[in-house]
């Protein structure tokens, strides 16, 4: 047997260190795969309520001014009964557009050349709308809306391609995202849609 092997022996001291260091770096993983998997929880969360429930849209184009400004960020309302006089976000063509619904199935319209829109024989008050004239506009007045359908059209009526034109025509119930409810972006401009 050999005496002459020596073996160092760690002190307390430095057994507790190695301790605190194996504890430390034990936590700090803990923590960092708990951080990781709250985020992803609640990013999966986020994108989920914003699809299926509350879908958060950009606006682009003036064609609703004053309401909205070109690049607010708008909140809609999915599962939100939609009426006239509300804001609407719908499906055109593969793009998102962003109306007022005017009327709906069964109404009938009418839009003299001053820009004044007629709904079943009575003047409509459009305290929202720019109005200027009658706007890009093919088809027939008195026009009714055919059932499930809604007749829509932007505020600033001058530069608005909506249901007035064949391009767009009227919109259908299963088109629709959901009702425009709240501005979130910029802040200035926060708050519930007017």
Do not use: W
């Not at 839009?111 to 009575?122: A, F, M, P, R, Y």
């Not at 506009?137 to 809604?150: A, G, K, M, N």
Request: charged content about 20%; glycine content about 6%.
């Amino acid at each position: 047997m050999n005496n002459n092997i020596k073996m160092d022996i760690p002190t307390t001291e430095q057994l507790k260190k190695e301790l605190d260091r194996r504890r430390y770096k034990s936590s700090y993983f803990r923590t960092l795969f708990s951080t990781f998997g709250t985020l992803l929880v609640a990013a999966a969360a986020v994108f989920l309520i914003s699809h299926f429930a509350f879908p958060v849209l950009r606006v682009t184009g003036s064609s609703m001014h004053p309401t909205l400004s070109e690049d607010q960020i708008v909140l809609c309302s999915k599962y939100a009964h939609v009426k006239n006089g509300d804001v609407i976000a719908f499906y055109h063509n593969k793009k998102i557009l962003v109306k007022r619904i005017i009327a709906s199935g069964g109404d009938v319209i009418d839009i003299k050349e001053d820009g004044t829109v007629i709904l079943n024989s009575s003047p409509l008050n459009e305290p929202y709308a720019y109005i200027s004239g009658e706007g890009e506009c093919d088809i027939t007045f008195p026009y009714t809306v055919p059932d499930s359908r809604y007749f829509v059209m932007g505020d600033d009526r001058e530069v608005s391609v909506d249901s007035r034109s064949t391009a767009v025509g009227c919109v259908a119930s299963e088109n629709i995202i959901g009702k425009v409810s709240y501005v979130l972006l910029p802040y200035e401009s926060f708050g519930a849609l007017k």
